[in-house]
């Protein structure tokens, strides 16, 4: 078994973010589930260095888009196009916005493509409390009607990945994704979010940043299984 990590691939500012990408994920090789690219990434290699960086990844390896997507559908679907178009396969969007005329649109084109949608139920920054816990019940609901292949549920608040999972149960997709950031440069602990009933840690730094980043994740999270 691979470890149930998507290891985030954010490339320092002083490196060349399609070297740097490609030695992290030579040196993972399919250690892990998969690879997650955000704008940072997107913004600093463009579309092309995105699609060099896909096209190295083992090809079951889950490819999440992590642009945080928050604007009207037809926008959503231009942005989001343009990383599916680049190999990614997991596209992550804000469910604030709400449906009609958004999520709806994006949900449609994922769906057209052959991609998939991630709501984010909450986030794993401390000031998530204030706003996006407060509903993240009815963030779960809408993901459900919309089909959506999974949420992201903050490991540094592991009960409210439990809320998320509870959530699921009065929907009819129980066994719909969970994945959690915040691990190691946030604070939580590995397995932590698994054992609150994710499916996938994210973790970035404390593996991307480290000499020998394989050597970095077996430490984390033991030898793989
Ligand atoms: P580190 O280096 O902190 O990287 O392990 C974490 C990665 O996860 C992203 N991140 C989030 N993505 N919802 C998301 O969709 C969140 O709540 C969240 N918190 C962190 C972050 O951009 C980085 O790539």
Do not use: C
């Not at 490609?22 to 955000?38: E, V």
């Amino acid at each position: 078994m691979r470890y149930p990590v998507i290891i985030a691939l954010d490339p320092p500012r002083d490196e060349d973010p399609v070297l740097w990408s490609i030695r992290i994920i030579d040196s993972l090789r399919d250690t892990p589930a998969g690879y997650k690219i955000g704008l940072p990434l997107l913004v600093r290699a463009g579309t092309k260095g995105a699609d060099d960086i896909a096209s190295v990844m083992p090809a079951d390896a889950i490819r999440v888009a992590d642009l945080k997507l928050a604007d009207i559908g037809p926008v959503m679907v231009l942005t989001a196009s343009a990383a599916v178009e680049a190999g990614y396969t997991h596209v992550i969007a804000h469910p604030f916005i709400g449906v009609e005329g958004g999520l709806d649109e994006l949900v449609n084109y994922l769906r057209s493509a052959g991609a998939e949608l991630v709501l984010l139920a909450s986030m794993s920054n401390p000031g998530a409390v204030r706003y996006f816990d407060q509903f993240i019940d009815e963030f779960v609901l809408m993901g459900s009607r919309l089909g959506a292949w999974g949420y992201v549920a903050p490991a540094t608040r592991p009960h409210m990945i439990r809320r998320v999972r509870e959530v699921l149960t009065k929907t009819p997709n129980p066994a719909a994704k969970i994945v959690s950031p915040g691990i190691g440069a946030q604070g939580q602990r590995p397995w932590a979010a698994i054992k609150a009933g994710a499916d996938y840690e994210i973790v970035g730094r404390a593996v991307t940043r480290a000499e020998d980043p394989a050597e970095a994740l077996e430490k984390l999270y033991g030898s793989p299984r």
